[in-house]
């Protein structure tokens, strides 16, 4: 029983993987930010070595900004490509992380032991799941189990740039039967999920200038106009009092769920308000006909992710700024094409500037949503390897976060993408104190093991 | 002619007292950001000392926060009461100086020689003319000009929390025949003001959260409510599409203008388009149908003065933040009630919140309008004073600035104040770059002269 001896090494390897876990968190590879570019660069070479462990003809492949990591081995079977990213999110505010973002470390906690520290659940965790899982099947078979690819970026966190020229340019190697993706999450903590829609993404930055300097509110207020004024005009015209998003065009595309969908979504019995009360709130915020489930998973959103302008420190300044500034994002379903998108929302920004104010649009990615054919054998194939691993069987699953490389490796190297992931919901990506629990890093690596087992 | 003589005095010790003024300004006595308390305090050292030059009785009196500084000569005449800051605005955003903010330096413009540096002109550089004029007084007579007292405060800049108190416990010692106050600016660079009218200002600062942490925009964007668009809405509610202010009752007490001040302010020939384009723009932004000179001096404002919330950094960050915030202030005129208008403005924000988020108020001041009695003949007196020393005849006029204290001196002590003062409308008081022109500096010192001359 070939599988057997793998899952059992993997048991048995468990500490040993969980400290080249920490080793890899331990590097701050933040891509959004200039001042990591080193260490962005030091993830990457952990990586290739990691692949050059596996027996891979691993490399670092530059790009105009953070390096791609590839790696092949040869070898009989379907051709697989793995992906993942080894970038990680900033960590402000530090001030509510309880221990240094980069000092990772297991805590016990009272639900379970925890991996602590940025990057954990996004991505590095996750991505590892995959190449522990390989690690224990060369120990035992002193081969991977096919004929498998990888490809690791360093740019998920920061808008992608330089993946779809990448991906054109090395679309013969790149391209191959199906990829594997694991930067998703399990439905719940028992039942696993293979995602098969993912909403896409469009990032904007809008800067309004008014006067040419910051002004003395006492001098020039009520007469010179306020940026954080016209910005916050802007802002709160984007939603209607319904929950829908303004922007001209913007529900062009979008699709109603299928019934067969719609009845299998029905069936997870997924609870809106406990997901809501889990941080806090409990009014769903979208639109007011659409389901929660619907909300997060098939619905199109706008969210504003940051905003600044004029003195916001301690105490108060009666200033009148020149500058204000909001990042707003767009998660896409569907057919929706985030390039008219990002048109028509420009118009519309540029209309409710003033005259005499200017605005300036900063591009921060635009990608489309992606659906994937589920017909191939491969789907159900792992679908029933992931329930023979977890308590209560897997489902086919919607995602509201996006995950472009889904959508380019469709258009791009048209291959669908098996999306798997163990992260749960309160792991916290993107915010502080991050974690990915420990039996999450455990069984998702025996779940790869006997997914390859299965498909490759 | 002992007028001459000091006048002389002053034109001699030009260099010499512009060397003080250096050294008091390279100390960064930021009021508002408690990191530079100690150096606060140092100002408030440096002030006591020059009073003791002066042959005063000078103290520094502790207060909860920063310390005021009092002195006083005996003498007979007229009991006056000079006053003045020495605490300074914040620098931020630094990057935008020239040089740095605490280490001032005299420079060769095309428009003449200024005082560069933090203060230089609010409001170092201007009680330093009134304490100049009193050194050379002395220098020539060996006493000051009549029965002087001083109050320094350090709180200005951030809301004066320790001022009522203090004007309080010491009304008697305090309360005088009346005040002079250098800390507004000429009308124009060859015409000098005397402010009659001042607006009072009240700030407030708006913190919205919403979930209990920072959420991934992906995994809950579009159900879970962002405080971002809470507080656009809320900001974008403050103003009609007149430019009027929309809290309830906001203009409750706001008087028109007397057919005879409206007559002077519009002999003074006002150039609302000049003003406006000198820092850029060209559109007056306040209540459609008020004369640009309403706009900034007799007419009610709401400012955004500040804003935060989420990732504004360098890159992108799909967070859904859990907080929010915003400062917003409000100058007022006439008999409007600062305490009523902070009621009135919470309970509207309060009714916007949904249930799910909460919203909490910092109290940033609340000081009403106030207007002078000008038919006090030292009023005239110190228009003729001053109209010697200018091009142009010195006139009444307005201000759009909150200078709380002359309200506070009507109201606790029952003294008006004669509110004179040298700066220019492109100092940039509270932006970087801040300067005061050596001409202003040199004049409003013999401007003194002449004024203690006249009425002391």
Redesign the interface.
């Known amino acids: 029983m070939s599988l057997d001896a793998v899952l059992d090494r993997i048991d048995r390897q468990l500490p040993q993987a969980l400290d080249r876990l920490l080793e890899f968190l331990r590097i701050p590879s933040i891509?959004?930010?200039?001042d990591y570019d080193a260490e962005t660069r030091r993830a990457a070479e952990w990586l290739r070595a990691a692949l050059a462990e596996l027996g891979c003809d691993a490399e670092i492949r530059d790009t105009p900004g953070h390096p791609m990591v590839t790696g092949r081995t040869g070898g009989p079977g379907r051709a697989i490509l793995f992906y993942g990213h080894y970038d990680v999110?900033?960590v402000?505010?530090l001030v509510?992380w309880h221990r240094d973002p980069f000092d990772p470390a297991i805590e016990d906690t009272g639900a379970g032991r925890v991996i602590r520290g940025r990057g954990a659940a996004d991505d590095k965790g996750q991505l590892l799941t995959f190449i522990e899982a390989c690690r224990a099947w060369k120990d035992v078979h002193g081969t991977l189990p096919g004929n498998i690819a990888f490809l690791f970026e360093g740019e998920e966190?920061?808008?992608s740039p330089s993946l779809v020229p990448f991906l054109k340019e090395n679309a013969d190697e790149l391209s191959r039967d199906l990829a594997l993706i694991c930067d998703t999450?399990l439905y719940s903590h028992d039942r696993p999920g293979i995602v098969t829609q993912l909403?896409g993404?469009l990032?904007e930055?809008i800067v309004i200038t008014?006067?040419?300097?910051?002004?003395?509110?006492?001098?020039?207020?009520?007469?010179?106009?306020?940026p954080?004024?016209v910005?916050?005009?802007i802002?709160?015209?984007?939603?209607d009092d319904r929950g829908r998003v303004t922007v001209p065009g913007f529900y062009d595309g979008v699709p109603e769920l299928s019934a067969e969908l719609r009845r299998q979504w029905e069936s997870l019995g997924f609870d809106?308000a406990a997901?809501?009360s889990g941080?806090?709130?409990?009014?769903?915020?979208?639109?007011r006909d659409r389901t929660?489930l619907e909300?997060?998973w098939s619905?199109?959103?706008c969210?504003?992710?940051?905003?600044?302008?004029?003195?916001?420190?301690?105490?108060?300044?009666?200033?009148?700024?020149a500058e204000?500034?909001?990042?707003v994002?767009f998660?896409l379903v569907g057919d929706q094409d985030p390039l008219a998108i990002r048109d028509a929302f420009r118009a519309m920004v540029r209309a409710m500037v003033?005259?005499?104010?200017r605005v300036e649009f900063h591009d921060?990615?635009a990608a489309p949503a992606s659906r994937m054919r589920t017909d191939d054998p491969a789907f159900e194939a792992a679908r029933r390897a992931l329930s023979h691993e977890w308590p209560q069987e897997a489902a086919y699953i919607g995602?509201?976060?996006?995950i472009p490389i889904a959508g380019y490796f469709q258009q791009i190297l048209n291959m669908d993408s098996m999306l798997i992931g163990f992260g749960r919901?309160d792991d916290?990506?993107?915010?502080?104190n991050e974690k990915y629990d420990v039996a999450s890093f455990h069984r998702g690596t025996r779940s790869w093991a006997r997914i390859l087992d299965a498909i490759a």
Chains 1, 2 share one sequence.
């Open positions: 891509s959004t930010d200039s999110q900033p402000d505010p509510l966190e920061s808008g999450g909403r993404l990032g930055e008014a006067a040419a300097k910051d002004l003395h509110s006492g001098s020039f207020g009520g007469l010179a106009m306020n954080i004024r910005l916050a005009r802002l709160a015209s984007l939603h809106g997901f809501l941080v806090g709130l409990f009014l769903p915020a979208g639109e929660p909300q997060v619905r199109p959103t969210e504003i992710n940051g905003i600044r302008g004029g003195y916001a420190g301690r105490g108060f300044k009666t200033v009148l700024p204000a500034a909001a990042k994002s998660r003033p005259a005499d104010c921060h990615g995602a509201g976060g996006s919901d916290a990506i993107h915010s502080p």
